[in-house]
């Protein structure tokens, strides 16, 4: 079964480091989203991606944050400064191009960001 | 707007039926979605429902429908261990063009007792 990947699965960086997180969407999806969930808290949505633009981002991805659909695969999330609050699960999503499929949107597992 | 849930956990004996619900108060909700997430996971699609249907029908899953009370349940029929995690509702407005966040609720921790 097709699934979005994620890596690296934890990510350790010092405050103020410049991080990269790494997503491999499902192959034929045109839709593509970040969101993190803080320890115990709910997913939040950060940004959304298509047709090789950001379609929607909310208040949480500022100057500090960017995505890149650097080739025809992945779909990174660069945080330039990294703060302490950034420590959260980081989760990438797809979804697909037909109206109900691109409703749906598929996980990957998460990268745990720890920022120290 | 805010997507929320009734109650933070819930205990359902090995074979019982499981109702978790969620209360939404975003008007311009079409779609809802039920996420389940396992520990350590990212969340897994469940089932989903348009704001045009009342009820609908998966695989010892259903998901119902109020638009008058904003309100919608997710059923577990003869839940198992295995259904054992965290469960979400999220909602999004149907869009024709761009990509659309969804909103998650709190989530409901849903424990399976032997």
């Known amino acids: 079964e097709p699934e979005v990947t994620q890596t690296p699965s934890h990510q350790v960086t010092q405050m103020g480091q410049e991080v990269i997180l790494r997503c491999v969407p499902i192959?034929?999806?045109?839709?593509f989203y970040w969101y993190r969930q803080i320890l115990g808290q709910k997913v939040e949505f950060l940004v959304s991606f298509y047709n090789n633009e950001i379609s929607e981002k909310s208040e949480i991805f500022d100057d500090q944050f960017s995505v890149e659909r650097p080739d025809g695969s992945n779909f990174t999330l660069k945080i330039r400064s990294t703060k302490l609050e950034d420590s959260a699960m980081y989760f990438c999503?797809?979804?697909?191009?037909?109206?109900?499929?691109?409703?749906?949107?598929?996980f990957g597992a998460g990268t745990r960001l720890s920022v120290l | 707007e805010s997507v929320g849930l009734h109650l933070p956990t819930l205990s359902v004996q090995e074979g019982d039926n499981s109702i978790i619900n969620c209360a939404y108060s975003?008007?311009?909700?079409?779609?809802f979605i039920w996420y389940k997430q396992e520990s350590g996971k990212g969340p897994q699609f469940i089932i989903d429902i348009r704001s045009n249907m009342d009820k609908r029908q998966g695989q010892r899953v259903t998901v119902l429908l109020n638009k008058t009370v904003k309100h919608l349940s997710l059923q577990i029929a003869a839940t198992q261990p295995g259904d054992s995690a965290v469960y979400f509702c999220?909602?999004?407005?149907?869009?024709?063009?761009?990509?659309?966040?969804?909103?998650f609720g709190s989530g409901t921790q849903l424990t399976v007792l032997p």
């Open positions: 999220a909602e999004t407005p149907i869009s024709s063009g761009s990509a659309r966040q969804l909103t």
């Open positions: 975003n008007s311009a909700s079409d779609y």
């Open positions: 999503a797809s979804s697909g191009g037909l109206p109900r499929a691109k409703n749906i949107q598929y």
């Open positions: 192959s034929n999806h045109l839709y």
